[in-house]
């Protein structure tokens, strides 16, 4: 794999934990993440709502600033960067979001819509060189180049999200960011936008930064997937292995909860991850899943550093060796 193209350095993101005048402790929403996608490279983020996995979208786009940290795009710390070398360089990263019916212009033509990434980052492309690129994109994408024509109340959700993808492309970005892309559609029209994602990556040498709550489809499509919870990555590693040996109690909740998933005979429910946790507090400190966890014990109140466990694999459980096959 080559040097990286994206890494995020030990970002985080705090909000303010009430109103004007409250005394509340700012709350996490990312909390030291670190991560990198290489080109070519498709990277999972899993977590359950709240995790902070948009918080990280926009923070890794330039949407939103992070608290503290760092995010290089080719060594270009994103968020130090004077507002015209960052426009310059949005070009670069580009972002498909969930919901493809509400975020196209019902009253555009596709061509425009597709075509709107061009005159914000490439003003100077007359307009026979920017329907031309278009054309060359919904292509790329399975669309016509005719659609251009088209509004988008007469395509279906997936031809609708195919759109979303077009205009993304359209900036030839080097990195994608599908924040649940595939989410809003159903089992069939999911698969034909893995697989796109898939031809992107491995013909085009576009890294993807693909996060979801959905795990079948992140072990369909990823290299590597991140595990996060309440704002903290508490798990890494090659995709065909986490959800296989999990090394943190969550990642484990994480595969047993999903039905889709294809899971080996070692990865069946044991009598420990029966715990009821219906009435378990989330820790505020040290282990933040200590309080749901089957195999929570004293040291729990440590923090657990997210160290290595394996061959490119790390987890930030005190027992995560005990958790292996």
């Known amino acids: 794999m080559s040097a990286s193209l994206l890494a995020v350095d030990a970002v985080s993101k ?26 070519g490279q498709i990277h999972g983020i899993v977590g359950e709502s709240g995790s902070g996995k948009s918080t990280l979208a926009r923070i890794v786009t330039a949407l939103d600033r992070p608290s503290s940290g760092r995010v290089l795009l080719e060594g270009d710390d994103l968020h130090d960067l004077p507002a ?47 329907m031309a690129r278009v054309e060359v994109v919904l292509e790329s994408v399975g669309l016509a180049a005719s659609d251009a024509m088209r509004r988008p109340h007469e395509f279906s959700g997936g031809q609708r999200q195919r759109i979303a993808i077009a205009r993304a492309l359209v900036t030839r970005p080097k990195l994608l960011v599908a924040d649940e892309a595939v989410s809003a559609l159903d089992l069939s ?38 595990v996060m919870y309440r704002g903290r990555i508490v798990e890494t590693g090659p995709a065909e292995a986490i959800f296989v040996d999990p090394r943190h109690p969550y990642t484990r909740a994480l595969a047993l909860a999903e039905p ?62 005990a958790l292996s096959q």
């Open 260 to 321: 889709a998933l294809d899971r080996p005979e070692s990865l069946k429910p044991r009598p420990a991850d029966a715990r009821d946790a219906g009435f378990a507090a989330p820790a505020a400190s040290g282990c933040l899943y200590r309080g749901f966890c089957p195999i929570a014990a004293p040291i729990c109140a440590e923090e657990p550093l997210l160290r290595r466990v394996g061959p490119s694999r790390r987890s930030a459980c005190h027992f995560a060796g």
């Open 189 to 226: 029209v999911q698969a034909q936008i893995l697989n796109l994602f898939l031809d992107l990556s491995d013909q085009e040498g576009l890294a993807i930064l693909f996060i979801s709550h959905n795990l079948s489809a992140v072990a369909a499509i990823a290299d590597i997937v991140s």
């Open 14 to 39: 705090l909000y303010a934990g009430g109103g004007l005048f409250s005394r509340r402790p700012p709350l996490p929403a990312l909390d030291r993440v670190s991560l990198e996608v290489s080109a």
């Open 84 to 130: 015209a070398a960052l426009r310059a360089r949005r070009r670069e990263i580009q972002m498909v979001f969930q919901d493809p019916y509400g975020s196209l212009d019902p009253r555009q033509r596709v061509g425009r819509i597709v075509a709107e990434p061009l005159h914000l980052v490439v003003p100077k492309l007359s307009r026979a060189e920017r």
